[in-house]
């Protein structure tokens, strides 16, 4: 079996660096690509948690071969540049699996076909302090889905990484999964705080809340049928009395209170955020107003800062 990880940023690198210590890889088995990041790997190595580096062979992309899998850790909004030089390489009956938020397997699908993609919603959290630097702040499940014939076999190569559930649901686990991120990821983006700092506000609490109840519309206008990911199921929480909503969502912080969504980097840096692939996704007016002010930050209009959670919560 031939595997390629595409993107060895927080997930992707922690999937890669346990890939290549809890497996019997031979020397042509595991193949990464970190683009950018290449180099920088080659020299540290990968670390999780302070371990002693690994050092697995990494690329700027994919080298030339038969995968059986292509596990795809980019942003969501990278996914068609990372992924369509790979293409060739994935064997006839082989499956993309995509390791990332939002909805990224509609991307997958156009290019490589919907029998030929998978998807894993990541039900645990990691940061990366540094490239090849990485620290698990989350324990979690992958939950499985999609019509790859080889799903079973995913499930056990991704079960060597971090526990699985497979669902035969996987519209249902992405889109709690978007209403989690939709409200966590983009408040703290635009506030600057981390997850500890907002949830410890009323009134960020009642505007994740505004966000979640909203990503729910959406989904049940569409038809979804949500599903539980890392315990939570957004379409109970909604409907669940005020204080016990307020209570889950400020009680989600306590195992990571200090973790700061990669959000706030991507800003920082004059990068592209990818927020159409989370609040952008739903044509709702408060999540159509946080995209508003992700763009605006990133042309520079407007700062990142706790007045825009006041200004949100206002409106």
Not at 41 to 47: A, H, I, V
Request: hydrophobic fraction near 45%.
């Amino acid at each position: 079996m031939r595997i390629g990880v595409i993107g060895l940023g927080a997930i992707g690198g922690v999937v890669a660096a346990r890939l290549s210590q809890r497996w019997d890889w031979t020397h042509d088995r595991l193949w990464l690509a970190a683009g950018r990041r290449a180099e920088a790997l080659r020299d540290r190595g990968l670390s999780v948690d302070g371990a002693a580096p690994l050092r697995p062979r990494v690329f700027e992309t994919l080298p030339s071969g038969s995968y059986d899998f292509i596990l795809l850790c980019t942003r969501t909004s990278d996914s068609e540049s990372a992924l369509a030089p790979a293409l060739p390489f994935l064997a006839a009956d082989g499956a993309v699996v995509c390791l990332q938020n939002g909805l990224p397997e509609a991307r997958a699908v156009r290019l490589a076909g919907p029998h030929r993609v998978l998807g894993a919603v990541i039900g645990w959290s990691a940061t990366m302090r540094a490239p090849g630097d990485y620290a698990v702040t989350g324990k979690g499940k992958f939950v499985l889905g999609g019509l790859g014939a080889r799903r079973r076999e995913a499930a056990q190569i991704l079960g060597s990484v971090f526990p699985v559930r497979e669902t035969d649901n996987l519209e249902g686990a992405r889109f709690s999964k978007l209403a989690i991120n939709c409200a966590m990821s983009t408040i703290g983006a635009v506030s600057g705080f981390s997850l500890g700092e907002w949830t410890a506000l009323k009134d960020a609490r009642n505007l994740a809340l505004r966000i979640v109840r909203e990503v729910v519309d959406e989904g049940t206008a569409r038809g979804v049928r949500f599903e539980a990911v890392s315990g939570l199921r957004p379409d109970w929480l909604v409907r669940a009395p005020a204080w016990v909503a307020d209570a889950a969502i400020e009680l989600s912080a306590l195992r990571r209170p200090e973790q700061r969504t990669g959000m706030i980097e991507l800003l920082q840096s004059g990068r592209h955020a990818g927020i159409e692939d989370l609040n952008g996704l739903i044509p709702r007016p408060l999540n159509q107003r946080l995209v508003e002010m992700v763009r605006q930050i990133e042309r520079g209009e407007r700062r990142i800062s706790p007045e825009n959670l006041v200004e949100l919560s206002a409106r």
